[in-house]
Each structure stands twice: as structure tokens, then as C-alpha cells.
């Protein structure tokens, strides 16, 4: 069974500050690497994928991707109020089937 | 960017019956749709993988009588919940690959089905 791991939460953060979230993965052939934000009721949107080692950064968001360490995480600079949410990191499996296959999620709180 | 409909966005069924989900990727053409189910509180789990005129393919524990899905286009995708049970009440969310992305899935808004 191919599994995404992720700390549930929640993970209080003051206004301004830096949020990390973090998730494991098990398949090691895994290829690409997606963050989702969720709010209650609405489906995910992406908030960025990655797919090489290293980081990649987009605004406020960066993505860091370890794959030795089967690895990734997602920083929030500048956390606001409206990043609060539930974070989904998905997994992109081996293979070619583009299944993507998606960890619990870890709910982020930004306390102004 | 890609957008990807639902339709119906909520819906309530009484127990027994069948209620159809539609998903539509309104500006490009989708080869490969994926129906997802979501229940309060936990992630998403993929339920099958649909490819346009072909059969679909079910997630282990999927039933595939149950939850009938149809690609008969680029553009549409349904799911069937036939013989509707309460415990089937769930989020209903389907997503859509464009052959121009190599990685991104491209999420409809969902389909809340409560079951009474």
C-alpha cells in the first residue's frame, strides 16, 4: 500500500510568521510531488507541485523536495489569516498512472 | 487556467435510489478524469480512474457496481451511486487531466450527496 504521511494538526501560527508542513512518502519511485490547500467544503485547489530535488519557490510559497529521504515540505512566509486552512500533500505515483494519492491533510491555524 | 464543473454541487437521495454525478472540463479535453470520495474529516481517496470510450478502472475496495462511471466523451465523465445507502453519504469530487500537463489535475468543486 503506497502511503503519504502527514501531521494532522493543527498547527496554530502567529500572523506574519512562517509555517512548515511536512510530509513523508513510501513509494520511492514516486515522480512529482503536489501541495493543495482545502477549506472546509470546497475541494483543493494547488497551491504548487515539485518534482525535482531541491526548492522551488512561488510568491510566499516554497516547496522542498528530499527525495533520499522520500521528503517534502511546504513554507508559508508571511502567514496571513486566510492561509488557514486544511494542507494535502499528494504523490504522484510510479508508473505513469498519474494516480495521485493524497496524505490526511494538516490543518493550518493563523492567529492574527 | 483549466476549469472543471460539477454538477449537481449538493444533492439529497432517499435510500435505494440512484443519483448521477456529472463532471466537465469545460475548456480542454480531457483524457484521463478521476472520481475521488471525501468523507468529514479525512483526505481524499481515490475511487476509479476513467479514460475516455474505455472501461473504467477501480481503486481496490471500490465496487464497481455500485458506483458506475461513464466517459463517453473528452469533455464528460459521470458517476452513478446506484442503490444509494446512507453510509455512501459523502463529498463527491472528480478532477481531469489535460494531455497539454505533463503533472497537474485540474479539480472540479465538488458534489456534497447526503443519503437519507
Known amino acids: 500500500q503506497k502511503e503519504v504521511e502527514q501531521n494532522s494538526g493543527p498547527l496554530s501560527v502567529p500572523e506574519g510568521a512562517i509555517a512548515s508542513l511536512n510530509c513523508t512518502y513510501s513509494d520511492r519511485g514516486s515522480q512529482s510531488f503536489f501541495w493543495y490547500r482545502q477549506y472546509s467544503g470546497k475541494s483543493p485547489e494547488l497551491i504548487m507541485f515539485?518534482?525535482?530535488?531541491g526548492d522551488k519557490e512561488d510568491g510566499r510559497f516554497t516547496a522542498q523536495l528530499n527525495k533520499a529521504s522520500q521528503y517534502v515540505s511546504l513554507l508559508i512566509r508571511d502567514s496571513q489569516p486566510s492561509d488557514s486552512a486544511t494542507y494535502l500533500c499528494?504523490?504522484?505515483?510510479?508508473?505513469?498512472?498519474?494516480?495521485?494519492?493524497f496524505g490526511a491533510g494538516t490543518r493550518l491555524a493563523v492567529h492574527p | 487556467g483549466a476549469v472543471v464543473s460539477q454538477h449537481p454541487s449538493w444533492v439529497i437521495c432517499k435510500s435505494g435510489t440512484s443519483v448521477k454525478i456529472e463532471c466537465r472540463s469545460l475548456?480542454?479535453?480531457?483524457?484521463?478524469m478521476f472520481w475521488y470520495r471525501q468523507f468529514p474529516k479525512q483526505s481524499l481517496m481515490l475511487m476509479a480512474t476513467?479514460?475516455?470510450?474505455?472501461?473504467?478502472?477501480?481503486e481496490q475496495g471500490v465496487e464497481k457496481d455500485k458506483f458506475l462511471i461513464n466517459h463517453a466523451s473528452l469533455t464528460l465523465s459521470t458517476l452513478t451511486v446506484t442503490s444509494a445507502h446512507p453510509e455512501d453519504s459523502s463529498f463527491y469530487i472528480c478532477?481531469?487531466?489535460?494531455?497539454?500537463?505533463?503533472?497537474?489535475?485540474?479539480f472540479g468543486p465538488g458534489t456534497r450527496l447526503t443519503v437519507t
Open positions: 499528494a504523490v504522484n505515483l510510479a508508473g505513469g498512472y498519474n494516480k495521485l494519492i
Open positions: 515539485i518534482y525535482s530535488n
Open positions: 478532477s481531469a487531466k489535460s494531455p497539454r500537463d505533463a503533472y497537474e489535475q485540474y
Open positions: 476513467s479514460n475516455e470510450g474505455s472501461k473504467a478502472t477501480y
Open positions: 475548456d480542454f479535453q480531457a483524457t484521463t
